[in-house]
Protein backbone atom coordinates (compact mmCIF):
# COMPACT_ATOMS: atom_id res chain seq x y z
CA UNK A 1 0.00 0.00 0.00
CA UNK A 2 1.22 3.45 -0.63
CA UNK A 3 0.88 4.82 2.83
CA UNK A 4 4.39 2.41 3.85
CA UNK A 5 6.39 3.67 0.85
CA UNK A 6 5.94 7.20 2.43
CA UNK A 7 7.52 6.36 5.81
CA UNK A 8 10.49 6.19 4.26
CA UNK A 9 13.22 8.66 5.65
CA UNK A 10 14.80 11.27 3.73
CA UNK A 11 17.55 8.42 2.56
CA UNK A 12 18.16 7.72 -0.94
CA UNK A 13 14.60 5.75 -1.67
CA UNK A 14 15.92 2.23 -2.21
CA UNK A 15 12.78 0.14 -3.54
CA UNK A 16 14.17 -2.31 -1.08
CA UNK A 17 14.01 -0.57 2.23
CA UNK A 18 10.43 -1.21 2.75
CA UNK A 19 8.51 -4.29 2.42
CA UNK A 20 5.19 -3.84 0.62
CA UNK A 21 1.94 -4.56 2.54
CA UNK A 22 1.10 -8.25 0.74
CA UNK A 23 4.65 -9.46 1.52
CA UNK A 24 4.00 -7.94 5.76
CA UNK A 25 0.52 -10.00 5.70
CA UNK A 26 2.47 -13.32 4.55
CA UNK A 27 5.40 -13.13 7.27
CA UNK A 28 2.74 -12.28 9.84
CA UNK A 29 0.80 -15.12 8.86
CA UNK A 30 2.99 -17.36 9.90
CA UNK A 31 3.49 -16.16 13.36
CA UNK A 32 1.66 -17.23 16.65
CA UNK A 33 -1.28 -15.49 18.05
CA UNK A 34 0.56 -14.15 20.85
CA UNK A 35 3.40 -12.43 18.86
CA UNK A 36 0.20 -10.93 16.43
CA UNK A 37 -1.67 -9.51 19.88
CA UNK A 38 2.13 -7.35 20.90
CA UNK A 39 2.38 -6.32 17.16
CA UNK A 40 -0.84 -5.01 16.65
CA UNK A 41 0.77 -2.15 18.59
CA UNK A 42 3.47 -1.79 16.21
CA UNK A 43 1.25 0.98 14.02
CA UNK A 44 -2.68 1.44 12.57
CA UNK A 45 -1.75 -0.20 9.45
CA UNK A 46 -0.61 -3.57 11.41
CA UNK A 47 -3.40 -3.02 14.00
CA UNK A 48 -5.96 -3.04 11.28
CA UNK A 49 -4.29 -5.82 8.97
CA UNK A 50 -4.05 -8.50 11.86
CA UNK A 51 -7.94 -7.72 12.95
CA UNK A 52 -8.78 -7.88 9.12
CA UNK A 53 -11.00 -10.94 8.43
CA UNK A 54 -9.11 -12.26 5.50
CA UNK A 55 -5.75 -12.13 7.29
CA UNK A 56 -7.29 -13.96 9.55
CA UNK A 57 -8.69 -16.61 7.95
CA UNK A 58 -5.15 -16.55 5.73
CA UNK A 59 -3.46 -17.18 9.12
CA UNK A 60 -5.94 -19.74 10.26
CA UNK A 61 -5.53 -22.04 7.00
CA UNK A 62 -2.29 -21.88 6.99
CA UNK A 63 -1.57 -23.06 10.65
CA UNK A 64 -4.07 -25.71 9.61
CA UNK A 65 -2.23 -26.79 6.73
CA UNK A 66 0.88 -26.83 8.67
CA UNK A 67 -0.18 -28.60 11.54
CA UNK A 68 1.23 -25.62 13.82
CA UNK A 69 0.09 -23.07 16.39
CA UNK A 70 -1.64 -26.31 18.20
CA UNK A 71 -2.82 -26.62 21.81
CA UNK A 72 -3.88 -29.64 23.50
CA UNK A 73 -6.61 -28.82 25.73
CA UNK A 74 -7.06 -30.89 29.36
CA UNK A 75 -10.39 -31.18 31.29
CA UNK A 76 -10.88 -32.77 34.79
CA UNK A 77 -13.15 -29.78 36.28
CA UNK A 78 -10.74 -27.25 35.19
CA UNK A 79 -8.85 -26.53 32.17
CA UNK A 80 -5.34 -27.13 31.14
CA UNK A 81 -3.40 -26.43 27.82
CA UNK A 82 0.19 -27.29 26.58
CA UNK A 83 1.58 -26.43 23.18
CA UNK A 84 1.56 -29.62 21.39
CA UNK A 85 4.69 -29.05 20.12
CA UNK A 86 6.55 -28.63 23.69
CA UNK A 87 4.48 -31.25 25.60
CA UNK A 88 6.91 -33.17 26.22
CA UNK A 89 9.61 -30.61 27.35
CA UNK A 90 6.76 -28.14 28.97
CA UNK A 91 4.13 -28.35 31.62
CA UNK A 92 0.58 -28.26 31.02
CA UNK A 93 -0.80 -25.28 32.97
CA UNK A 94 -4.45 -24.08 34.04
CA UNK A 95 -6.57 -21.70 32.02
CA UNK A 96 -8.05 -19.03 33.01
CA UNK A 97 -11.09 -18.81 31.10
CA UNK A 98 -14.95 -16.89 32.07
CA UNK A 99 -16.99 -19.91 33.41
CA UNK A 100 -14.30 -20.60 35.75
CA UNK A 101 -15.52 -21.51 39.35
CA UNK A 102 -14.29 -23.36 42.10
CA UNK A 103 -17.88 -24.78 42.53
CA UNK A 104 -18.58 -26.30 39.04
CA UNK A 105 -16.62 -28.80 36.67
CA UNK A 106 -16.75 -26.85 32.96
CA UNK A 107 -16.94 -29.45 30.08
CA UNK A 108 -15.91 -28.62 26.42
CA UNK A 109 -18.11 -29.20 23.96
CA UNK A 110 -16.09 -28.87 21.11
CA UNK A 111 -13.59 -27.36 19.30
CA UNK A 112 -13.19 -25.65 15.95
CA UNK A 113 -10.83 -22.91 14.31
CA UNK A 114 -9.84 -21.95 17.27
CA UNK A 115 -12.59 -21.58 19.24
CA UNK A 116 -13.82 -23.93 22.40
CA UNK A 117 -17.09 -24.45 23.18
CA UNK A 118 -17.17 -24.94 27.04
CA UNK A 119 -20.22 -24.82 29.47
CA UNK A 120 -20.85 -25.79 33.43
CA UNK A 121 -24.39 -26.58 32.55
CA UNK A 122 -26.91 -26.25 29.53
CA UNK A 123 -27.90 -23.16 30.88
CA UNK A 124 -24.56 -22.15 30.73
CA UNK A 125 -22.69 -22.12 27.48
CA UNK A 126 -19.90 -20.29 26.12
CA UNK A 127 -17.78 -19.90 22.99
CA UNK A 128 -14.41 -18.88 24.12
CA UNK A 129 -11.65 -18.07 21.75
CA UNK A 130 -8.07 -18.97 24.65
CA UNK A 131 -5.58 -17.19 22.20
CA UNK A 132 -7.14 -14.22 22.16
CA UNK A 133 -8.63 -14.23 25.16
CA UNK A 134 -12.04 -13.54 23.67
CA UNK A 135 -15.86 -14.70 24.70
CA UNK A 136 -19.31 -14.95 23.30
CA UNK A 137 -22.02 -16.73 25.81
CA UNK A 138 -24.97 -18.48 23.91
CA UNK A 139 -28.29 -17.92 24.56
CA UNK A 140 -30.63 -20.88 26.92
CA UNK A 141 -32.57 -22.84 24.66
CA UNK A 142 -35.43 -24.85 26.44
CA UNK A 143 -35.88 -28.63 25.29
CA UNK A 144 -39.32 -28.83 23.24
CA UNK A 145 -39.34 -32.05 22.85
CA UNK A 146 -43.13 -33.02 24.90
CA UNK A 147 -40.82 -34.03 28.33
CA UNK A 148 -42.44 -37.52 29.72
CA UNK A 149 -41.94 -39.04 32.77
CA UNK A 150 -38.31 -40.17 32.15
CA UNK A 151 -35.74 -37.96 31.54
CA UNK A 152 -33.76 -37.45 28.04
CA UNK A 153 -31.17 -41.00 27.56
CA UNK A 154 -28.90 -38.42 26.67
CA UNK A 155 -27.99 -34.62 25.36
CA UNK A 156 -24.78 -34.38 23.14
CA UNK A 157 -23.24 -31.36 21.27
CA UNK A 158 -21.26 -30.92 18.20
CA UNK A 159 -19.73 -26.88 17.47
CA UNK A 160 -18.54 -26.96 13.78
CA UNK A 161 -18.21 -24.13 10.67
CA UNK A 162 -20.38 -23.37 7.90
CA UNK A 163 -18.44 -21.85 5.05
CA UNK A 164 -21.29 -21.13 2.89
CA UNK A 165 -22.19 -18.56 5.32
CA UNK A 166 -18.92 -18.15 7.34
CA UNK A 167 -20.78 -19.03 10.71
CA UNK A 168 -20.26 -20.92 13.15
CA UNK A 169 -22.61 -23.42 14.35
CA UNK A 170 -23.14 -25.74 17.82
CA UNK A 171 -25.69 -28.58 17.53
CA UNK A 172 -27.64 -29.97 20.76
CA UNK A 173 -29.08 -33.20 20.11
CA UNK A 174 -31.21 -34.79 22.96
CA UNK A 175 -32.67 -38.18 22.71
CA UNK A 176 -35.21 -39.68 24.45
CA UNK A 177 -35.54 -43.77 25.92
CA UNK A 178 -38.63 -45.01 23.28
CA UNK A 179 -40.86 -47.95 22.87
CA UNK A 180 -37.56 -49.76 21.98
CA UNK A 181 -34.51 -50.52 23.05
CA UNK A 182 -33.49 -48.59 19.76
CA UNK A 183 -35.74 -45.66 19.24
CA UNK A 184 -34.73 -42.35 18.10
CA UNK A 185 -37.16 -40.11 19.32
CA UNK A 186 -35.22 -36.87 19.57
CA UNK A 187 -34.95 -32.80 19.20
CA UNK A 188 -32.27 -31.31 17.33
CA UNK A 189 -31.32 -27.95 17.47
CA UNK A 190 -28.40 -25.90 16.10
CA UNK A 191 -27.03 -22.38 17.19
CA UNK A 192 -25.58 -20.29 14.55
CA UNK A 193 -23.15 -17.69 16.14
CA UNK A 194 -24.27 -14.96 13.18
CA UNK A 195 -27.71 -15.00 14.32
CA UNK A 196 -27.03 -15.82 17.81
CA UNK A 197 -30.07 -17.71 18.00
CA UNK A 198 -30.86 -21.59 18.26
CA UNK A 199 -33.88 -23.32 15.87
CA UNK A 200 -34.78 -26.08 15.89
CA UNK A 201 -34.56 -28.45 13.16
CA UNK A 202 -35.96 -32.08 11.98
CA UNK A 203 -35.41 -34.74 13.74
CA UNK A 204 -32.27 -37.02 13.79
CA UNK A 205 -33.58 -40.63 12.97
CA UNK A 206 -30.93 -42.57 14.20
CA UNK A 207 -30.05 -43.85 17.87
CA UNK A 208 -27.07 -42.43 19.03
CA UNK A 209 -24.94 -44.84 21.01
CA UNK A 210 -22.84 -43.82 23.87
CA UNK A 211 -22.43 -46.51 26.29
CA UNK A 212 -20.60 -44.97 29.08
CA UNK A 213 -22.33 -42.54 31.85
CA UNK A 214 -25.45 -40.83 29.50
CA UNK A 215 -26.40 -37.93 31.57
CA UNK A 216 -29.26 -37.97 33.57
CA UNK A 217 -30.90 -34.84 35.00
CA UNK A 218 -34.13 -33.93 36.58
CA UNK A 219 -36.92 -32.20 35.02
CA UNK A 220 -36.09 -28.75 34.92
CA UNK A 221 -32.50 -29.53 33.22
CA UNK A 222 -30.69 -28.32 36.05
CA UNK A 223 -27.48 -30.31 36.61
CA UNK A 224 -26.71 -31.61 39.57
CA UNK A 225 -24.00 -30.94 41.85
CA UNK A 226 -22.58 -34.64 41.94
CA UNK A 227 -23.59 -36.09 39.75
CA UNK A 228 -20.55 -37.57 36.94
CA UNK A 229 -22.03 -35.10 34.53
CA UNK A 230 -18.77 -34.89 32.41
CA UNK A 231 -18.94 -38.67 30.89
CA UNK A 232 -21.94 -38.56 29.11
CA UNK A 233 -21.02 -35.60 26.85
CA UNK A 234 -17.38 -36.77 26.49
CA UNK A 235 -18.09 -39.39 24.71
CA UNK A 236 -21.30 -38.12 22.98
CA UNK A 237 -19.94 -34.91 21.21
CA UNK A 238 -19.48 -34.75 17.45
CA UNK A 239 -16.88 -35.51 15.36
CA UNK A 240 -16.19 -32.42 12.97
CA UNK A 241 -14.92 -33.42 9.73
CA UNK A 242 -15.15 -31.93 6.27
CA UNK A 243 -18.16 -29.03 7.38
CA UNK A 244 -20.04 -31.87 9.29
CA UNK A 245 -20.36 -33.55 12.43
CA UNK A 246 -19.99 -36.97 12.84
CA UNK A 247 -21.45 -39.71 15.77
CA UNK A 248 -21.60 -42.93 16.10
CA UNK A 249 -25.24 -44.57 16.38
CA UNK A 250 -27.07 -48.43 16.27
CA UNK A 251 -30.10 -49.76 14.42
CA UNK A 252 -31.53 -53.28 14.82
CA UNK A 253 -30.72 -55.74 12.90
CA UNK A 254 -32.19 -58.68 13.91
CA UNK A 255 -34.01 -59.54 17.28
CA UNK A 256 -31.07 -59.76 19.14
CA UNK A 257 -28.41 -58.31 16.93
CA UNK A 258 -27.91 -54.38 16.18
CA UNK A 259 -24.83 -53.02 14.09
CA UNK A 260 -23.13 -49.73 14.35
CA UNK A 261 -22.45 -47.04 11.59
CA UNK A 262 -21.82 -43.31 11.61
CA UNK A 263 -24.36 -40.78 11.43
CA UNK A 264 -22.89 -37.19 10.05
CA UNK A 265 -24.75 -33.92 10.05
CA UNK A 266 -24.07 -31.13 7.56
CA UNK A 267 -23.17 -27.72 8.62
CA UNK A 268 -23.96 -26.34 5.43
CA UNK A 269 -27.01 -28.70 3.86
CA UNK A 270 -28.29 -29.52 7.51
CA UNK A 271 -29.06 -32.96 6.69
CA UNK A 272 -28.28 -36.20 8.38
CA UNK A 273 -26.20 -39.35 6.22
CA UNK A 274 -24.59 -42.65 6.77
CA UNK A 275 -21.13 -42.67 5.85
CA UNK A 276 -20.27 -45.70 5.10
CA UNK A 277 -17.82 -48.28 6.47
CA UNK A 278 -15.02 -50.11 5.24
CA UNK A 279 -15.30 -54.08 5.21
CA UNK A 280 -14.42 -55.46 8.46
CA UNK A 281 -13.55 -59.25 8.45
CA UNK A 282 -13.95 -59.33 12.20
CA UNK A 283 -16.50 -57.10 13.38
CA UNK A 284 -16.27 -57.87 17.52
CA UNK A 285 -14.82 -54.67 18.07
CA UNK A 286 -15.99 -51.21 19.89
CA UNK A 287 -15.91 -48.73 17.34
CA UNK A 288 -14.62 -44.60 18.16
CA UNK A 289 -15.28 -42.26 15.50
CA UNK A 290 -12.65 -39.59 15.24
CA UNK A 291 -10.54 -36.71 13.17
CA UNK A 292 -6.60 -36.80 12.27
CA UNK A 293 -5.29 -33.91 10.41
CA UNK A 294 -9.11 -33.26 9.13
CA UNK A 295 -9.93 -36.81 7.93
CA UNK A 296 -12.20 -38.51 9.65
CA UNK A 297 -11.12 -42.06 11.34
CA UNK A 298 -12.30 -45.19 13.06
CA UNK A 299 -10.75 -46.46 15.77
CA UNK A 300 -11.72 -50.13 16.36
CA UNK A 301 -10.63 -51.99 19.56
CA UNK A 302 -11.38 -55.63 18.87
CA UNK A 303 -12.01 -58.21 21.74
CA UNK A 304 -8.79 -59.96 20.92
CA UNK A 305 -6.50 -56.73 22.63
CA UNK A 306 -5.92 -55.18 19.20
CA UNK A 307 -6.45 -51.50 18.24
CA UNK A 308 -6.68 -50.44 14.68
CA UNK A 309 -7.30 -46.91 12.87
CA UNK A 310 -8.88 -46.49 9.82
CA UNK A 311 -8.52 -43.24 8.06
CA UNK A 312 -11.62 -41.75 5.36
CA UNK A 313 -8.72 -40.82 2.69
CA UNK A 314 -11.28 -39.13 0.44
CA UNK A 315 -14.45 -38.09 2.63
CA UNK A 316 -17.68 -40.31 1.74
CA UNK A 317 -15.95 -42.45 -0.72
CA UNK A 318 -16.21 -46.00 0.83
CA UNK A 319 -13.03 -47.42 -1.10
CA UNK A 320 -10.92 -44.42 0.08
CA UNK A 321 -10.59 -46.13 4.14
CA UNK A 322 -7.36 -46.71 4.80
CA UNK A 323 -5.73 -49.05 7.91
CA UNK A 324 -3.89 -46.43 9.03
CA UNK A 325 -2.11 -48.61 11.61
CA UNK A 326 -3.10 -51.41 14.36
CA UNK A 327 -1.74 -51.60 17.70
CA UNK A 328 -1.78 -54.72 19.59
CA UNK A 329 0.34 -54.03 22.67
CA UNK A 330 -2.10 -55.27 26.15
CA UNK A 331 0.37 -53.63 28.07
CA UNK A 332 -0.29 -50.33 26.56
CA UNK A 333 -4.49 -51.14 25.85
CA UNK A 334 -6.08 -53.56 26.78
CA UNK A 335 -9.19 -54.82 25.27
CA UNK A 336 -12.30 -52.94 24.50
CA UNK A 337 -10.52 -50.42 26.26
CA UNK A 338 -12.05 -46.70 25.10
CA UNK A 339 -8.93 -45.31 22.95
CA UNK A 340 -9.78 -41.80 20.86
CA UNK A 341 -7.47 -40.59 18.58
CA UNK A 342 -6.50 -37.01 19.20
CA UNK A 343 -4.35 -35.32 16.56
CA UNK A 344 -0.82 -35.67 14.62
CA UNK A 345 2.12 -34.44 16.56
CA UNK A 346 4.89 -32.46 14.58
CA UNK A 347 6.78 -35.47 13.47
CA UNK A 348 3.79 -37.85 11.95
CA UNK A 349 3.09 -39.54 15.00
CA UNK A 350 -0.73 -39.81 16.45
CA UNK A 351 -1.59 -39.12 19.75
CA UNK A 352 -4.73 -40.79 21.33
CA UNK A 353 -6.51 -40.49 24.54
CA UNK A 354 -6.80 -43.55 26.61
CA UNK A 355 -10.49 -43.83 28.42
CA UNK A 356 -9.92 -40.31 30.31
CA UNK A 357 -6.74 -41.68 32.08
CA UNK A 358 -3.53 -40.21 31.98
CA UNK A 359 -1.12 -40.88 30.66
CA UNK A 360 -1.68 -40.16 26.78
CA UNK A 361 -0.35 -42.49 24.31
CA UNK A 362 1.57 -41.75 20.95
CA UNK A 363 2.38 -44.08 18.38
CA UNK A 364 5.16 -43.74 16.79
CA UNK A 365 5.01 -44.60 13.27
CA UNK A 366 8.35 -45.20 12.56
CA UNK A 367 8.86 -48.16 15.32
CA UNK A 368 5.35 -48.92 14.82
CA UNK A 369 4.87 -48.89 18.22
CA UNK A 370 2.78 -47.08 20.73
CA UNK A 371 4.00 -45.63 24.14
CA UNK A 372 2.66 -43.41 26.59
CA UNK A 373 3.10 -40.02 26.62
CA UNK A 374 3.30 -38.15 30.12
CA UNK A 375 2.22 -34.31 30.36
CA UNK A 376 3.78 -32.89 33.10
CA UNK A 377 1.25 -30.66 34.93
CA UNK A 378 -1.81 -32.39 33.77
CA UNK A 379 -4.29 -34.27 35.75
CA UNK A 380 -4.48 -37.87 36.29
CA UNK A 381 -8.12 -38.51 34.92
CA UNK A 382 -8.92 -35.87 32.04
CA UNK A 383 -10.12 -35.48 28.95
CA UNK A 384 -8.33 -34.16 25.84
CA UNK A 385 -9.06 -31.78 22.95
CA UNK A 386 -6.74 -29.96 20.57
CA UNK A 387 -7.32 -26.57 19.53
CA UNK A 388 -5.44 -24.54 17.02
CA UNK A 389 -4.46 -20.93 18.17
CA UNK A 390 -6.38 -18.43 15.87
CA UNK A 391 -7.86 -14.87 15.64
CA UNK A 392 -10.88 -15.25 14.86
CA UNK A 393 -13.46 -12.78 16.84
CA UNK A 394 -15.99 -13.10 19.62
CA UNK A 395 -17.46 -10.23 20.97
CA UNK A 396 -17.02 -10.13 25.05
CA UNK A 397 -13.84 -9.38 26.44
CA UNK A 398 -12.55 -12.13 28.93
CA UNK A 399 -12.23 -10.02 32.51
CA UNK A 400 -14.83 -8.17 31.88
CA UNK A 401 -18.28 -9.21 31.29
CA UNK A 402 -18.64 -12.20 34.12
CA UNK A 403 -22.09 -13.87 35.23
CA UNK A 404 -23.81 -13.20 38.45
CA UNK A 405 -22.39 -16.26 40.16
CA UNK A 406 -19.33 -14.99 39.72
CA UNK A 407 -19.21 -11.75 41.78
CA UNK A 408 -16.26 -12.65 43.46
CA UNK A 409 -13.77 -13.67 40.84
CA UNK A 410 -15.48 -10.23 38.79
CA UNK A 411 -13.84 -8.50 41.48
CA UNK A 412 -10.56 -9.82 41.60
CA UNK A 413 -10.05 -9.53 37.81
CA UNK A 414 -11.51 -5.85 38.18
CA UNK A 415 -8.03 -4.96 40.54
CA UNK A 416 -6.06 -6.61 38.52
CA UNK A 417 -7.44 -5.29 35.35
CA UNK A 418 -6.96 -1.77 37.51
CA UNK A 419 -3.42 -2.85 38.32
CA UNK A 420 -2.57 -2.98 34.87
CA UNK A 421 -3.65 0.07 33.48
CA UNK A 422 -1.45 1.82 36.42
CA UNK A 423 1.62 -0.20 35.82
CA UNK B 1 15.10 -28.57 -27.81
CA UNK B 2 19.50 -28.99 -29.09
CA UNK B 3 21.51 -26.61 -26.94
CA UNK B 4 20.58 -24.83 -23.83
CA UNK B 5 19.46 -21.40 -24.80
CA UNK B 6 20.65 -18.19 -22.95
CA UNK B 7 18.62 -15.45 -21.74
CA UNK B 8 20.01 -11.68 -21.24
CA UNK B 9 18.31 -10.31 -18.08
CA UNK B 10 19.17 -6.30 -17.19
CA UNK B 11 18.60 -5.49 -13.39
CA UNK B 12 17.32 -2.12 -12.32
CA UNK B 13 20.78 -0.48 -11.89
CA UNK B 14 21.65 -1.31 -15.41
CA UNK B 15 23.84 -4.41 -15.18
CA UNK B 16 23.43 -7.06 -17.43
CA UNK B 17 23.10 -11.08 -16.91
CA UNK B 18 23.38 -13.94 -19.30
CA UNK B 19 21.42 -17.34 -17.74
CA UNK B 20 20.55 -20.25 -18.82
CA UNK B 21 16.76 -20.38 -20.24
CA UNK B 22 15.66 -23.72 -18.41
CA UNK B 23 17.27 -21.89 -14.95
CA UNK B 24 15.37 -18.41 -15.38
CA UNK B 25 12.18 -20.81 -15.83
CA UNK B 26 12.37 -21.34 -11.97
CA UNK B 27 10.99 -17.85 -12.31
CA UNK B 28 7.10 -17.60 -12.95
CA UNK B 29 7.29 -14.06 -13.90
CA UNK B 30 10.21 -14.35 -16.95
CA UNK B 31 8.67 -17.41 -17.88
CA UNK B 32 5.70 -15.37 -18.91
CA UNK B 33 7.44 -13.27 -20.73
CA UNK B 34 9.40 -15.27 -22.31
CA UNK B 35 6.42 -17.41 -23.37
CA UNK B 36 4.84 -13.68 -24.58
CA UNK B 37 7.85 -13.47 -26.96
CA UNK B 38 10.68 -11.30 -24.90
CA UNK B 39 12.76 -13.95 -25.25
CA UNK B 40 15.47 -12.88 -27.61
CA UNK B 41 16.43 -9.43 -26.71
CA UNK B 42 16.92 -8.20 -23.19
CA UNK B 43 14.64 -8.92 -20.50
CA UNK B 44 14.55 -5.49 -17.64
CA UNK B 45 13.87 -6.49 -14.44
CA UNK B 46 12.81 -3.01 -12.94
CA UNK B 47 12.81 -4.22 -9.28
CA UNK B 48 15.58 -6.39 -9.19
CA UNK B 49 19.35 -4.85 -8.43
CA UNK B 50 22.20 -6.94 -9.70
CA UNK B 51 23.50 -7.29 -5.93
CA UNK B 52 20.62 -9.36 -5.31
CA UNK B 53 20.34 -11.20 -8.47
CA UNK B 54 22.96 -13.53 -8.30
CA UNK B 55 21.78 -14.98 -4.81
CA UNK B 56 18.34 -15.95 -6.96
CA UNK B 57 20.07 -17.14 -9.27
CA UNK B 58 22.00 -19.71 -7.01
CA UNK B 59 18.95 -20.56 -5.69
CA UNK B 60 17.32 -21.35 -9.11
CA UNK B 61 19.95 -23.51 -10.13
CA UNK B 62 19.59 -25.37 -7.12
CA UNK B 63 15.79 -25.94 -8.03
CA UNK B 64 15.75 -26.17 -11.85
CA UNK B 65 15.59 -30.42 -11.65
CA UNK B 66 12.95 -29.57 -9.23
CA UNK B 67 11.24 -27.96 -11.90
CA UNK B 68 12.06 -29.59 -14.64
CA UNK B 69 9.25 -32.19 -13.10
CA UNK B 70 7.16 -29.55 -12.06
CA UNK B 71 6.52 -28.19 -15.45
CA UNK B 72 5.13 -31.91 -16.13
CA UNK B 73 2.62 -31.72 -13.36
CA UNK B 74 0.13 -28.78 -12.81
CA UNK B 75 0.82 -25.59 -11.01
CA UNK B 76 1.92 -26.07 -7.76
CA UNK B 77 -0.42 -23.86 -5.06
CA UNK B 78 0.71 -21.91 -1.69
CA UNK B 79 1.53 -25.40 -0.17
CA UNK B 80 4.11 -26.17 1.51
CA UNK B 81 7.29 -27.88 -0.08
CA UNK B 82 7.33 -31.62 0.10
CA UNK B 83 10.46 -30.87 2.68
CA UNK B 84 8.69 -30.58 5.54
CA UNK B 85 6.15 -32.98 6.86
CA UNK B 86 3.22 -32.08 6.05
CA UNK B 87 2.59 -34.64 3.09
CA UNK B 88 3.36 -37.69 5.27
CA UNK B 89 1.38 -36.19 8.18
CA UNK B 90 -1.93 -35.60 5.76
CA UNK B 91 -2.15 -39.08 5.21
CA UNK B 92 0.24 -41.52 4.82
CA UNK B 93 0.05 -43.88 1.97
CA UNK B 94 0.10 -47.79 2.35
CA UNK B 95 4.11 -48.43 2.43
CA UNK B 96 6.38 -46.98 -0.08
CA UNK B 97 9.26 -48.92 -1.67
CA UNK B 98 11.54 -49.10 0.85
CA UNK B 99 14.75 -48.42 -1.94
CA UNK B 100 12.89 -44.95 -3.38
CA UNK B 101 12.15 -44.01 0.56
CA UNK B 102 15.38 -44.05 1.56
CA UNK B 103 16.99 -42.38 -1.66
CA UNK B 104 14.16 -39.74 -1.12
CA UNK B 105 15.19 -38.90 2.45
CA UNK B 106 19.24 -38.95 2.05
CA UNK B 107 17.83 -36.13 -1.18
CA UNK B 108 15.94 -33.77 1.39
CA UNK B 109 18.10 -34.08 3.57
CA UNK B 110 21.21 -32.68 1.24
CA UNK B 111 18.79 -29.83 -0.03
CA UNK B 112 18.17 -28.85 3.97
CA UNK B 113 21.37 -28.50 4.84
CA UNK B 114 21.61 -26.28 1.73
CA UNK B 115 18.52 -24.16 2.60
CA UNK B 116 20.63 -23.88 5.92
CA UNK B 117 23.57 -22.02 4.11
CA UNK B 118 21.79 -20.35 1.50
CA UNK B 119 19.50 -18.71 3.92
CA UNK B 120 22.43 -17.79 6.28
CA UNK B 121 22.49 -14.31 5.77
CA UNK B 122 21.50 -10.58 7.24
CA UNK B 123 18.16 -8.77 7.76
CA UNK B 124 18.76 -6.39 4.63
CA UNK B 125 20.06 -9.20 1.88
CA UNK B 126 16.47 -11.37 3.25
CA UNK B 127 14.29 -8.56 2.75
CA UNK B 128 15.93 -7.96 -0.68
CA UNK B 129 15.51 -11.36 -1.59
CA UNK B 130 11.97 -11.44 -0.63
CA UNK B 131 10.94 -8.50 -2.43
CA UNK B 132 13.00 -10.14 -5.48
CA UNK B 133 11.39 -13.29 -5.35
CA UNK B 134 7.72 -11.99 -4.58
CA UNK B 135 7.95 -9.82 -8.50
CA UNK B 136 9.89 -12.84 -10.50
CA UNK B 137 7.09 -15.33 -8.66
CA UNK B 138 9.20 -17.81 -7.18
CA UNK B 139 6.72 -19.30 -4.83
CA UNK B 140 9.95 -21.95 -3.01
CA UNK B 141 12.42 -18.84 -2.46
CA UNK B 142 9.16 -16.64 -1.21
CA UNK B 143 8.06 -19.30 1.12
CA UNK B 144 11.83 -20.07 2.67
CA UNK B 145 12.25 -15.98 3.08
CA UNK B 146 8.80 -15.62 4.40
CA UNK B 147 9.45 -18.61 6.97
CA UNK B 148 13.18 -17.23 7.83
CA UNK B 149 11.34 -13.77 8.85
CA UNK B 150 9.02 -14.92 10.64
CA UNK B 151 11.11 -16.98 12.81
CA UNK B 152 13.49 -13.42 12.91
CA UNK B 153 10.77 -11.34 13.81
CA UNK B 154 8.81 -13.72 16.09
CA UNK B 155 9.87 -12.79 19.69
CA UNK B 156 10.57 -8.70 18.67
CA UNK B 157 9.34 -6.20 21.03
CA UNK B 158 6.96 -3.73 18.67
CA UNK B 159 9.87 -1.13 19.01
CA UNK B 160 11.85 -3.45 18.00
CA UNK B 161 9.88 -4.52 14.66
CA UNK B 162 9.72 -0.35 14.04
CA UNK B 163 13.14 -0.32 13.67
CA UNK B 164 13.39 -3.58 11.34
CA UNK B 165 10.61 -2.72 8.92
CA UNK B 166 11.31 1.30 9.28
CA UNK B 167 7.91 1.95 10.56
CA UNK B 168 6.85 5.44 12.32
CA UNK B 169 4.51 4.69 15.26
CA UNK B 170 1.29 6.55 14.28
CA UNK B 171 -1.01 6.28 17.66
CA UNK B 172 -1.39 8.95 20.07
CA UNK B 173 -0.47 8.53 23.48
CA UNK B 174 -3.66 7.64 24.10
CA UNK B 175 -4.64 5.04 21.14
CA UNK B 176 -1.61 3.41 22.40
CA UNK B 177 -2.26 3.01 25.53
CA UNK B 178 -5.44 1.38 24.61
CA UNK B 179 -4.19 -1.30 22.21
CA UNK B 180 -1.12 -2.16 24.64
CA UNK B 181 -3.39 -2.60 27.49
CA UNK B 182 -6.10 -4.66 25.76
CA UNK B 183 -3.11 -7.83 24.79
CA UNK B 184 -0.91 -6.75 28.11
CA UNK B 185 -0.71 -10.27 28.42
CA UNK B 186 0.65 -11.13 24.92
CA UNK B 187 3.82 -9.26 26.58
CA UNK B 188 3.72 -11.56 29.32
Given at each position: MAEFTE???????????NLPEVLIADILSRLPVKSLLKFRCVCKTWCALIADPAFVKEHLNRSLASNSNLSLIFRRCALFSVDLDTCEQRAAVELDH??????LATEVLGSCNGLLCISNSDEDILLWNPSIRRHHKLPITP??????FDSPRLIVYGLGYDPTTDDYKLVRVVQFYG?????CDSEVKVYSLRTNSWRRIRDMPYHLSYERGFGVLNNSWR???????HLSYKRGYGVLANYALHWVAMRETGRDTASTFIVSFDLQDEYYREIPLPDFVDDEFHMTVGVLGGQLCLLCNFFRVRVEVWVM???????????QFSIEQPDVISSFMFVRPICYSKNGDVILDK?????LLLYDSLRERVRNLRIRG????METEICVGSLVPLNAKDGTEQPAMMKKHRKHKKRRFMEQRAG | MASPKVIVLRTCDGETFEVDESVVYVSETIKNMIEDGCGDGVIP?????SKIFPKVIEYCKKHVSDFESLKKTSNGDEKEKDKDDDSSKKGKEAVPDVEEDAEEKARVEELKEWETTYMDIDQQVLFDLLQAANYLNIKGLLLMAAEKAASMIRGKTPEQIRETFN??????PEEYEEVRRENAWAFE
Open positions: KITEEEAIPTKPLKSPHIEFPVRDSEYSKIRDMPYKEYGVRDSWLKDSEAPAPDR | LPNVSIKNDFT
